[in-house]
T-cell receptor, first 114, second 115 residues
Framework: AAGVIQSPRHLIKEKRETATLKCYPI?????VYWYQQGPGQDPQFLIS???????DKGSIPDRFSAQQFSDYHSELNMSSLELGDSALYFC?????????????FGPGTRLTVL | AQTVTQSQPEMSVQEAETVTLSCTYD???????LFWYKQPPSRQMILVIR??????QNATENRFSVNFQKAAKSFSLKISDSQLGDAAMYFC????????????FGQGTILTVHP
């Protein structure tokens, strides 16, 4: 079965650089969620999209932006990177037509900011 | 606002025995969903079990079952016949009943399984 694809899997950046994380949801899943998991912490919701429109927003810094494209893939753009942005970034997708459906998580992108 | 609390940072169990992980939550919504996710060392998030709040019957998935106490806002996970592969971080999570609902996670419980 197809799973959520995230790229890259690992990313190393310097402070003040920019990074773009990509997420390809499971086919026919129209909703994408982004979560950030710092070292030893639980995942924190950043932002979500349904049918290419932002559906909810969490604790996402103003330096970050995201969008969902016509093919439903999503990108998380991070600028002016800080040391504290080092974390595991998960993308999850779900078919939103049924409420409460499971969110299927990708393997994550591990971002290291030096 | 939704909050999820896991009061056990670490738990351990002997192989083949039973262990229960605790979780409490708070929400103002009447319609919501509860989940247990497993995160092994690979860091992949794997759904273990889910519970719809409107269902009184506790969910069961093979060796995994929950004790859902809606009035007490408690949602514990019982793992029976524990296996070495069950060793992982376990997160309790809640999602509101509205569409596009984000997951709110607890702090996690590290489960160690001793052979």
């Amino acid at each position: 079965a197809a799973g959520v694809i995230q790229s890259p899997r690992h990313l190393i950046k310097e402070k003040r650089e920019t990074a773009t994380l990509k997420c390809y949801p499971i086919p026919r899943h129209d909703t994408v969620y982004w979560y950030q998991q710092g070292p030893g912490q639980d995942p924190q919701f950043l932002i979500s999209f349904y049918e290419k429109m932002q559906s909810d927003k969490g604790s996402i810094p103003d330096r970050f932006s995201a969008q969902q494209f016509s093919d439903y893939h999503s990108e998380l753009n991070m600028s002016s990177l800080e040391l504290g942005d080092s974390a595991l970034y998960f993308c999850a997708s779900s078919p939103e037509r049924e409420r409460g459906n499971e969110q299927f998580f990708g393997p994550g992108t591990r971002l290291t900011v030096l | 606002a939704q909050t999820v609390t896991q009061s056990q940072p670490e738990m351990s169990v002997q192989e083949a025995e039973t262990v229960t992980l605790s979780c409490t939550y708070d929400t103002s919504e009447s319609d919501y969903y509860l989940f247990w996710y497993k995160q092994p060392p690979s860091r992949q998030m794997i759904l273990v079990i889910r519970q719809e709040a409107y269902k009184q019957q506790n969910a069961t998935e093979n060796r995994f079952s929950v004790n859902f106490q809606k009035a007490a806002k408690s949602f514990s996970l019982k793992i029976s016949d524990s296996q070495l592969g069950d060793a992982a971080m376990y997160f309790c999570a809640q999602r509101g009943g509205t569409s596009y609902g984000k997951l709110t996670f607890g702090q996690g419980t590290i489960l160690t399984v001793h052979p």
